[in-house]
């Protein structure tokens, strides 16, 4: 499938339904944090917080994750991965902890993003939630909460558009 | 029938003469014969010039003592593949050559391998120190007629004043040849001082030191009348003092060296070794100067300065690093390259200033020209145009040459010692 | 970015940029509680030190073994040659050793460029002779950088022995690659006549330059060596070079002063100058751990060649 597979609205829709499951799931707001996983996954942690404060009329806290010096390639690239801001003013440990990401695919971030949080602290869970699962783990990591699924072929190019980074919403497929 | 040749259809090109024609020399029992002999053996010379074997100035074979570095086997060797029939040796050996002994033992084992003819330098103070005077007459009778404390400077204007009058004694007339700098403003110095060293956090030998030396040296010259000999110019303004004081009948001579032809100090930034030299290699400026200066004449001679050193000597850090570059087998193909196929250089000069002059200066009367009937047969041939890539291993001993990797275009075919072929086809015969 | 950082001019301006922002976020894993991230696990960084400096030493060593590399500290006594071994030997020894990087402090100018024709690996200079130290010289701009918030346009001064300083030419070079407008003042018999095609100003007036600065940057004096040559005595130089306290309240509002250290207290630096809140001296210290461990990071993190995905 090639062109856009989610619009303006479609995203709006997908992260409410993520909110209002991770509320249902995780039984309210209580012990429960927000991770982004930097750099995509960070306003998108930051709107299912402010999703979730509207719908319990309490804050939940949220922070952004760089997992760069947790990447299984470092060394194997000729330039070294470009590394992000990790800023995470509170404990992890003891509490669920819902990661936040725009497109899971091989599931190395998401092992890497594990790795790092488990060097932060103890959390009592770990739950992953993405805007966009396009297949072809490579690891055995599935996600808790998704927005689309969206079969895609290896060669394919998955584009996620966010507001705040690229002045929409959107996401795009673009074969080769 | 050994010991005669003909070199058939050669371009011979005498700075002597003054001549520069294409005809056959035979040679017969080590001299240049007037004509055809028999049975002599051919070397085809066509295209090739054939001219007075070079003759340097300046050079170290470090025997005895530093063995490990050259000996003068290989260096005299080195010589022969570079085209050399005569080489004065400098008396920085260990023990220095500041008496006869040395100077005979040096000259004999030269003599005894047979590769080039070596005119043992001598210290004109004792150990080099600086100090006192060494027993130049004794060496004088041994045949010695450069004297020079290279490696250091002559301390002092005193100290070079009572050496030059001393020399007056002398029957035959000696020249004492001074390595100018000025110590104390380059203790320590590892280049050129300016914006190159200055960015490579290396302290500098300046330019300065250089034209304080040389002005000190040509007025004690004046002052005694004796004869000065100006080692390795490196500096514009050295070859101007130079260019004065000889119009003004000051009894000087002077040399440079290839490298210093050659290279600047911005080859340097790579922290090359073999490019560290005393005195540095300096500006663009300075170095076209001392093309000027050979050019007219100002500049005598060309000499190589050559300074092998132990690999792992020159494998150390910069500072730690001891200058000096060989270059014994590469003179003769540098200057052809830089300066005389680019047409900055005659050949004619150029075979003057590595042949005749420096003769004369040493006194090495057999060498340098004219090829003439008689005279004995100390020649060279050379292909002018036959390119090869400077690489180790080289004949010399060491392999710290400045030239490392550079393509030059001329190449030494054969070197003739008194009538012996000591280089065919561009190797040693022994 | 280059295979190996020698010098300051192994970087662009953008490099330059890379990597104090790679250290910001170093300076973050700092802050943890686990101080420590797999980035560099099971890459070996030697540390060969012929110089001493446990500073400097200990802040690549921190920074090597909190990117998880293995670290190993070479120094021999002397210079290779005293112990009759080239340094071409030395380098194949550390070669051997399978050194992914090698972080060398010599006392020789040029002896880093020297090690890169031996070894395989990356090498980061250290310090050399009197040439450069350019991890230092990031570390200030970093300081510099996240108190002032820009290089661009800082007006800075570099006070003291320029000539036989790495670390000014280093900061030197780097200030002027960043737009930053530098002054260098001293006695001129320790000022490079050279140093004005570095892109920076020459002064001998430390007393018309304070007050017209955001940084004022404080060289060591060298009491060791032959410095009487060069000027008369510690007094004289304090008294005319010497960052005292009437001269350090001349300084404009939010300036910065820095010292590379170790400090000579009461000759290049009066006590309690040292010790004022305008005085980062202490922060340099934490700050050259993460740029240390950016270039690490930087270089061997891009040494394989592949495409980052």
């Known amino acids: 499938m090639s062109g856009k597979v989610m619009d303006e609205a479609d995203v709006r829709r997908a992260l409410t339904r993520i909110s209002h499951e991770i509320l249902e799931r995780d039984r309210g707001i209580e012990g429960v944090v927000l991770v982004g996983i930097a750099d995509r996954g960070d306003d998108l942690a930051r709107r299912i917080a402010a999703e979730v404060e509207r719908i319990e009329g309490a804050a939940v806290p949220v922070g952004v994750l760089d997992i760069t010096f947790y990447r299984d390639d470092i060394g194997l690239t000729t330039e070294a991965p470009e590394v992000h801001e990790t800023r995470i003013p509170f404990d992890v440990s003891g509490k669920t902890v819902v990661l936040v990401d725009d497109v899971l695919y091989t599931g190395r971030t998401i092992r890497a993003a594990m790795d790092a949080l488990m060097d932060l602290g103890r959390p009592r869970k770990i739950q992953l939630a993405v805007l966009v699962d396009r297949g072809h783990r490579e690891l055995p990591i599935r996600a808790d909460y998704v927005g689309k699924n969206v079969p895609t072929s290896r060669a394919d190019d998955v584009r996620v558009q966010i507001r705040e980074l690229d002045g929409q919403d959107a996401v795009v497929v673009e074969e080769p | 029938m050994r010991g005669r040749f003909v070199f058939k259809g050669a371009r011979v090109v005498d700075p002597t003469a003054g001549t520069d024609e294409v005809r056959d020399v035979w040679v017969d029992q080590g001299r240049i014969a007037a004509g055809p002999v028999e049975a002599a053996e051919t070397i085809r010379a066509e295209g090739l010039v054939l001219a007075p074997g070079l003759v340097d100035l300046h050079a170290h074979l470090r025997q005895p003592g530093f063995e490990h570095k050259e000996t003068i086997e290989t260096g005299t060797r080195a010589a022969a593949v570079g085209g050399y029939t005569a080489v004065a040796a400098m008396a920085n050996t260990d023990p220095v050559t500041d008496h006869a002994a040395i100077v005979h033992e040096v000259r004999d084992l030269a003599a005894a391998y047979g590769l080039c003819d070596v005119f043992p330098v001598g210290a004109i103070t004792k150990g080099l120190a600086g100090e006192s005077l060494a027993e130049m007459g004794e060496m004088v009778e041994a045949g010695v007629r450069m004297f020079s404390d290279d490696g250091n400077p002559v301390p002092t204007a005193r100290l070079l004043r009572n050496a030059l009058t001393y020399a007056k004694a002398f029957s035959a007339e000696v020249v004492l040849a001074d390595h100018a700098e000025d110590g104390p403003l380059v203790a320590g110095g590892q280049m050129h001082e300016g914006a190159v060293a200055s960015s490579l956090g290396l302290a500098g030998r300046p330019a300065e030191a250089e034209e304080i030396a040389v002005a000190r040296d040509l007025a004690i010259a004046r002052m005694t009348g004796g004869r000065l000999h100006l080692c390795h110019l490196s500096s514009a303004r050295a070859v101007e003092l130079v260019r004065r004081a000889k119009a003004d009948g000051i009894r000087v001579t002077a040399e440079v060296t290839p490298h210093h032809l050659v290279f600047t100090h911005e080859d340097l930034v790579t922290y090359d070794t073999n490019l560290k030299m005393h005195p540095p290699v300096r500006t663009h400026e300075d170095r076209e100067a001392l093309r000027a200066g050979l050019a007219d004449g100002t500049i005598d001679a060309v000499a190589t300065d050559h300074a092998p050193h132990a690999v792992e000597e020159k494998e150390a850090e910069f500072d730690l690093s001891p200058p000096g570059t060989i270059g014994l087998e590469t003179a003769l193909a540098a200057v052809l390259t830089e300066l005389v196929h680019p047409g900055i250089l005659p050949l004619g000069r150029a075979l003057e200033a590595m042949a005749s002059a420096p003769a004369r200066i040493l006194g090495a009367g057999d060498h340098g020209g004219p090829i003439e009937v008689g005279r004995a047969a100390n020649l060279v041939l050379v292909d002018l145009d036959r390119e090869w890539t400077v690489e180790p291993p080289f004949t010399s001993k060491a392999r710290n040459s400045a030239f490392t990797g550079r393509r030059l275009r001329g190449r030494v075919l054969a070197t003739m010692l008194r009538g012996e072929l000591t280089v065919a086809n561009g190797k040693a015969t022994r | ?309």
């Open chain 3, 1 to 309: 970015m280059n295979k190996h950082l020698l010098s300051m001019h192994d970087l662009t301006a953008e490099d330059v940029t890379r990597v104090l922002d790679t250290a910001a976020s170093f300076r973050e894993v700092g802050s943890r509680v686990i101080k420590k991230v797999p980035a560099l696990r099971g890459r070996t960084v030697v540390n060969f030190f012929m110089e001493n400096s446990t500073r400097t030493r200990i802040s690549f060593e921190l920074a090597a073994k909190r990117l998880s590399a293995d670290v190993i500290n070479f120094s021999a006594g002397g210079s290779s040659v005293s112990k009759g071994e080239s340094l071409k030997d030395t380098a194949l020894t550390l070669q051997a050793m399978g050194a992914d990087a090698i972080v060398i402090r010599h006392s020789s100018s040029g002896s880093p460029l020297q090690l890169t024709r031996w070894v395989e690996g990356h090498v980061l200079n250290a310090g050399d002779g009197t040439h450069e130290h350019p991890t230092q010289g990031l570390l200030d701009l970093y300081t510099m950088r996240e108190k002032l918030g820009r290089l661009e346009g800082l007006r800075v001064a570099i006070v003291g022995d320029v000539m036989h300083s790495r670390v000014a030419r280093s900061l030197s070079f780097g200030l002027v690659k960043m737009g930053a407008e530098v002054t260098l003042v001293g006695p001129p018999t320790l000022i490079p006549p050279e140093a004005p095609e570095w892109g920076v100003h020459v002064g001998y007036d430390i007393d018309a330059v304070v007050p017209k600065l955001d940084v004022c940057y404080i060289l060591r004096v060298q009491k060791e060596r032959q410095r009487q040559e060069y000027f008369p005595s510690v007094r004289e130089y304090a008294r005319l070079f010497g960052l005292t306290r009437e001269r350090a309240a001349l300084l404009p509002e939010g300036s910065l002063v820095m010292h590379p250290g170790p400090m000579n207290r009461g000759i290049e630096i009066d006590s309690d100058v040292a010790d004022l809140p305008t005085s980062v001296i202490e922060e340099q210290v934490t700050n050259g751990i993460a740029i240390r461990m950016a270039l690490l990071y930087l270089l061997l993190g891009g040494s394989g060649e592949g495409e980052v995905a």
